[in-house]
């Protein structure tokens, strides 16, 4: 552990954190009058932004956020069902409401496109803008039939993406969790739910974030266990390698910044933990 950020009152029951890749700033999703905070590489807040309210460009329940290479902020928005991206001084500049039933989780490409998921339409979208103008250039559904699908992740290199799928609870249960990999032309390649993981690694894990590191490896947040979980990459998935099994308490959201350093989200003591990797 590198640095700590946040703690009760800095950050409200965050939901969402990503990394600019070119300039080191996270940006952070949460509950507070202002929705979106901005932290330098040093852990200084730089700027906070999106009012909780019922203008244009206020933030009503940010559920996730991830930054565009060219430099925006975009956030989904649970409250009224919307997707919103904002520059990194907070000016609103694209705002996109229709067709969606609940859009959960996102992540960047590398060109900039935003993938999607709607967690109630059980769908994925890629989101294709010209975030300088303010203009959305298409809206494609990518994969349908999905079950409440939330946290996604983008592999940088190769294209894949991963997507947590929530299960349903059977019984007096509280519900799994199910990770799913597709391709970059969204084939689907594997997948595993939390029983399956259960007879690999005898302990049951339930998946809330998820991302790639740059090798390519699937890193996911397991708030069971408490600990971030490698998994391999897709052609070994899964395997079984802890990286980080103490220290945490309800780890949310998870990112990788441009130094290879991790970041999770911890939504139990209301913080961002920076981890180097060396």
Partial sequence: LRLCLGGWGSLVNPTGVAACR?????????????????????????????????????????????????????????????VKAFDFEGR??????????????????????VILTDSEAGALYRLTADFQRGELKKCQMIRSRLVSPRAVAVCQTSG?????????????????????????????IGQMDSFGLNLVFLSRIYATAVAFDKEGHIIVTDVCSQAVICLGKPEEFPIFNPLISHGLSYPVGLTYMANDSLV?????????????ST
């Fill in 22 to 82: 070119g300039s080191g700033r996270l940006a952070v999703a949460h509950d507070g009058k202002k929705r979106i905070h901005i932290f330098g590489p040093s852990g200084f807040c730089l700027r906070r932004f999106g009012e909780r309210g019922d203008a244009g460009n206020d933030i009503k329940y940010p559920l996730d956020v991830t930054v565009t290479s060219d430099g925006h902020v975009v956030v989904t928005d649970g409250g009224d069902c919307s």
């Fill in 92 to 113: 609103g500049v694209l705002a996109v409401r229709e067709g969606f039933c609940l859009p959960w989780g996102l992540d960047a490409t590398p060109k900039s496109e």
């Fill in 160 to 188: 894949a993406v991963v997507v947590i799928e929530h299960l349903q609870a059977r019984g007096p249960s509280k519900g799994s969790t199910r990770v799913k990999i597709f391709s970059a032309e969204m084939d689907l």
């Fill in 264 to 276: 999770v989200l911890d939504s139990g003591d209301h913080s961002i933990k920076i981890y180097s």
